[in-house]
């Protein structure tokens, strides 16, 4: 019974790493992703002010 008890200790403990680990994970994906956004967003708005500037080169 002793050896039961132990391994779902160790099954507890494991389970409390590895969310831990998940957390982590999860926080560096969305930095990452908040990251990339930003990129688009300012490659976007670079796209944006060079087609304007064309436009208004052009018309």
Same mark, same amino acid.
């Given at each position: 019974?002793? @050896?039961?008890?132990? +391994?779902?200790? &160790?099954?507890? $403990?494991?389970?409390?790493?590895?969310?831990? #680990?998940?957390?982590?994970?999860?926080? @560096?994906?969305?930095? +990452?992703?908040? &990251?990339?956004? $930003?990129?688009?967003?300012?490659?976007?708005? #670079?796209?944006?002010?060079?087609?304007?500037?064309?436009?208004?080169?052009?018309?």
């Amino acid at each position: 019974m002793n @050896e039961g008890r132990e +391994r779902s200790d &160790a099954l507890a $403990a494991d389970n409390g790493r590895l969310a831990e #680990k998940l957390k982590e994970l999860g926080e @560096e994906y969305e930095s +990452r992703m908040n &990251a990339i956004q $930003a990129q688009v967003n300012a490659n976007f708005k #670079k796209v944006e002010t060079d087609a304007y500037k064309w436009k208004q080169k052009y018309e």
